[in-house]
C-alpha cells in the first residue's frame, strides 16, 4: 500500500487521461456529459473516476469475447433444460453450486441466474406473496427503490419501518408493527447493505421478534453488494439464519461487463410458482423468459479466475481502504463514517462539479465512496483534493 502523501504532493491519476477539474471554468470548458456519449475515451474517462456507485473497474473479462458470437439463451428452468439447446445451462447450475456453498444452504435449493438484483429481489418477493397471500411486506425506509416499485407491481400490502441513523432497520418500530399484525404472515425484505448507507439488517433479530409473536414469515435477503462479501468476512449471512431467499448482483463486486444478477432459493418453494409450457418444453417459474445465457459463462470465468482466495484478498482490501478513507477524511476536519464491516464511506455532499466529476450517488446533503477492488489510495488523493479545493468559503 503505498504511503499517505501531504494533498499538496498528490500525483496525477497514472496512466489515464482525467485531467483534475478543480474550478467551474474548467468543467465549463471540458467536462463531457458521459450520458450523452458512446465515445469508447469518455467511458474510460469516466471509469478512472467511478467512486460512487459499486461497480468493480478491475476484473478482466476480455477472455469471454469469443462466446459472444453465440446466440445464447437460458429461456426456461435451468435444472429442466428446454427445447432450445444453445445454451449455457450447465454452466449456470455450477455457478449456483458455488452460491449455494457460499451461503451454506443446507437443505435442497433451487435458483437462476438473472437480468439484475432487482430481478432476484422480485423473484424472492414473488415466493413471498405465493407462500402468504394475505401476508404484509415489511420493508424499512432505506430498501433499494425496486423494492418498493415491486410492492407496487404486485399490489402487496407493505408497510415501511423508520431506519436508524445508520441505515438499519428500527427493529423496536418493527417489533410494534409485527405486535399490531398479530396473526398476519410477514414477507420480510431485509437489506444486506443498504443502497446509501451500506448498512445491514440483523436478520437474526428480525427472526427473534417473529418468532416472538408466533408470526410465520418469508425473509428474503437483498444482497445486492454486500451478499457476496459478507461471508468472506464472517459467516453469519447464511440459510441456516431464517434466510429463505437471497438476491445479489453480478456487475457489482463480481465486475461483469453487463447488468446480471443470482437468486437462489428452498428448492420446495419452486412449485408455487411453475408452469409448464410446451413452447419451450420447460417449466416457467423465472421472473424473465428468455434469459442472457452469456452471463453463466462470465460469472463462471471470474469465479475460477478469482478463486475464493482471490475474492477474500480483494475484499479485505476493500475494507481496508475504506477505513483508511474515513481515517483521512476527519482527520482532515470532514464528517466521513461508515457502518462496520462495510466498504460504503458516507460523508457531506461536495460541490455538484465533485460529485459529477466522480460519479457520487447522493441522496440530501450526503454522498458516498464505494470503495471498490479498482479503486486506490492515489484515486482517492485525488478525489480528496478535489474535495477540499471546492468547498465553499465559510
Given at each position: 500500500?503505498?504511503?499517505?502523501?501531504?494533498?499538496?504532493?498528490?500525483?496525477?491519476?497514472?496512466?489515464?487521461?482525467?485531467?483534475?477539474?478543480?474550478?467551474?471554468?474548467?468543467?465549463?470548458?471540458?467536462?463531457?456529459?458521459?450520458q450523452a456519449s458512446t465515445d469508447e475515451d469518455a467511458w474510460k474517462d469516466a471509469g478512472c473516476c467511478l467512486l460512487g456507485y459499486p461497480c468493480?473497474?478491475?476484473?478482466?473479462?476480455?477472455?469471454?469475447?469469443?462466446?459472444?458470437?453465440?446466440?445464447?439463451?437460458?429461456?426456461?428452468?435451468?435444472y429442466r433444460g428446454s427445447n432450445y439447446r444453445i445454451n449455457s445451462m450447465e454452466i449456470e447450475k455450477e455457478v449456483l453450486d458455488f452460491f449455494?456453498?457460499?451461503?451454506?444452504?443446507?437443505?435442497?435449493?433451487?435458483?437462476?441466474?438473472?437480468?439484475?438484483?432487482?430481478?432476484?429481489?422480485?423473484?424472492?418477493?414473488?415466493?413471498?406473496?405465493?407462500?402468504?397471500?394475505?401476508?404484509?411486506?415489511?420493508?424499512?425506509?432505506?430498501?433499494?427503490?425496486?423494492?418498493?416499485?415491486?410492492?407496487?407491481?404486485?399490489?402487496?400490502?407493505?408497510?415501511?419501518?423508520?431506519?436508524?441513523?445508520?441505515?438499519?432497520?428500527?427493529?423496536?418500530?418493527?417489533?410494534?408493527?409485527?405486535?399490531?399484525?398479530?396473526?398476519?404472515?410477514?414477507?420480510?425484505?431485509?437489506?444486506?447493505?443498504?443502497?446509501?448507507?451500506?448498512?445491514?439488517?440483523?436478520?437474526?433479530?428480525?427472526?427473534?421478534?417473529?418468532?416472538?409473536?408466533?408470526?410465520?414469515?418469508?425473509?428474503?435477503?437483498?444482497?445486492?453488494?454486500?451478499?457476496?462479501?459478507?461471508?468472506?468476512?464472517?459467516?453469519?449471512?447464511?440459510?441456516?439464519?431464517?434466510?429463505?431467499?437471497?438476491?445479489?448482483?453480478?456487475?457489482?463486486?463480481?465486475?461483469?461487463?453487463?447488468?446480471?444478477?443470482?437468486?437462489?432459493?428452498?428448492?420446495?418453494?419452486?412449485?408455487?410458482?411453475?408452469?409448464?409450457?410446451?413452447?419451450?418444453?420447460?417449466?416457467?417459474?423465472?421472473?424473465?423468459?428468455?434469459?442472457?445465457?452469456?452471463?453463466?459463462?462470465?460469472?463462471?470465468?471470474?469465479?475460477?479466475?478469482?478463486?475464493?482466495?482471490?475474492?477474500?484478498?480483494?475484499?479485505?482490501?476493500?475494507?481496508?481502504?475504506?477505513?483508511?478513507?474515513?481515517?483521512?477524511?476527519?482527520?482532515?476536519?470532514?464528517?466521513?463514517?461508515?457502518?462496520?464491516?462495510?466498504?460504503?464511506?458516507?460523508?457531506?455532499?461536495?460541490?455538484?462539479?465533485?460529485?459529477?466529476?466522480?460519479?457520487?450517488?447522493?441522496?440530501?446533503?450526503?454522498?458516498?465512496?464505494?470503495?471498490?477492488?479498482?479503486?486506490?489510495?492515489?484515486?482517492?488523493?485525488?478525489?480528496?483534493?478535489?474535495?477540499?479545493?471546492?468547498?465553499?468559503?465559510?
Open positions: 500500500m503505498a504511503e499517505t502523501l501531504p494533498l499538496s504532493e498528490v500525483p496525477p491519476l497514472p496512466a489515464i487521461d482525467c485531467k483534475p477539474l478543480l474550478d467551474d471554468k474548467h468543467i465549463r470548458e471540458n467536462f463531457i456529459n458521459v468493480n473497474m478491475l476484473y478482466n473479462y476480455s477472455d469471454m469475447h469469443d462466446t459472444m458470437k453465440f446466440h445464447l439463451n437460458n429461456v426456461g428452468d435451468p449455494a456453498k457460499h451461503w451454506h444452504v443446507e437443505e435442497e435449493y433451487w435458483g437462476y441466474i438473472t437480468s439484475s438484483g432487482t430481478e432476484g429481489n422480485m423473484e424472492g418477493l414473488y415466493i413471498g406473496r405465493e407462500r402468504f397471500p394475505d401476508g404484509i411486506l415489511y420493508l424499512s425506509k432505506d430498501s433499494h427503490y425496486s423494492i418498493f416499485k415491486i410492492a407496487r407491481l404486485f399490489r402487496m400490502k407493505f408497510q415501511v419501518v423508520n431506519s436508524q441513523e445508520n441505515g438499519e432497520m428500527d427493529y423496536a418500530e418493527f417489533e410494534q408493527l409485527i405486535k399490531q399484525n398479530a396473526g398476519t404472515p410477514a414477507i420480510i425484505n431485509a437489506n444486506i447493505g443498504t443502497t446509501m448507507k451500506g448498512a445491514v439488517d440483523n436478520i437474526s433479530k428480525i427472526a427473534e421478534i417473529l418468532e416472538k409473536y408466533k408470526t410465520e414469515f418469508h425473509v428474503h435477503a437483498d444482497g445486492a453488494l454486500m451478499g457476496f462479501v459478507l461471508p468472506y468476512i464472517y459467516n453469519n449471512l447464511s440459510f441456516k439464519k431464517h434466510i429463505n431467499s437471497i438476491a445479489i448482483s453480478g456487475h457489482k463486486f463480481l465486475g461483469t461487463p453487463f447488468p446480471c444478477g443470482v437468486f437462489v432459493t428452498e428448492k420446495k418453494f419452486r412449485s408455487l410458482i411453475e408452469n409448464r409450457i410446451d413452447y419451450i418444453d420447460s417449466v416457467d417459474d423465472t421472473i424473465l423468459g428468455s434469459r442472457n445465457g452469456h452471463a453463466p459463462l462470465f460469472l463462471k470465468h471470474i469465479i475460477t479466475v478469482k478463486q475464493n482466495e482471490g475474492f477474500k484478498e480483494d475484499v479485505f482490501r476493500c475494507l481496508y481502504l475504506a477505513q483508511w478513507l474515513v481515517n483521512r477524511m476527519q482527520s482532515l476536519g470532514i464528517e466521513a463514517w461508515m457502518n462496520d464491516l462495510s466498504i460504503t464511506v458516507i460523508f457531506p455532499r461536495p460541490a455538484e462539479i465533485v460529485v459529477k466529476r466522480w460519479q457520487l450517488a447522493s441522496n440530501g446533503n450526503l454522498s458516498h465512496v464505494v470503495v471498490m477492488p479498482h479503486v486506490t489510495q492515489e484515486m482517492l488523493e485525488v478525489f480528496l483534493k478535489e474535495y477540499l479545493a471546492n468547498l465553499s468559503p465559510s
